[in-house]
Nanobody
């Protein structure tokens, strides 16, 4: 079955950096787009970044453009989110997601907490 396992979250000061990883299994990773989302209490889950199956195309939420970079290593079945210049408003649970249907993220990891202190 599809499994997505995030890691790399933690506590960091504003201006710092973190790299999240998501290890995927149970499907042909190199054939599908992947994404990162985040959610804070009381709010809907929001899109952060997405990357195509090849890694050749990526898109970002306006709030993270220029600070976050999504990448993938198809040999390792892993997608990454490099987060730089972190702000307190980036504090959230970050989720990895897989788009196995060609247009909708239908599989999710358990999430990893990112906390940015001011």
């Amino acid at each position: 079955q599809v499994q997505l396992v995030e890691s790399g979250g933690g506590l960091v000061q504003a201006g710092g950096s973190l790299r999240l990883s998501c290890a995927a299994s149970g499907f042909t990773f190199s054939a599908y787009g992947m994404g990162w989302f985040r959610q804070t209490p009381g709010k809907e889950r929001e899109f952060v970044a997405g990357i195509s199956w090849s890694g050749g195309a990526a898109n970002y939420a306006d709030s993270v453009k220029g600070r976050f970079t999504i990448s993938r290593d198809n040999a390792k079945n892993t997608v990454y989110l490099q987060m730089n210049s972190l702000k307190p408003e980036d504090t959230a649970v970050y989720y990895c997601a897989a788009d196995l249907t060609g247009g909708e993220y239908g599989y999710w990891g358990q999430g990893t907490q990112v906390t940015v202190s001011s």
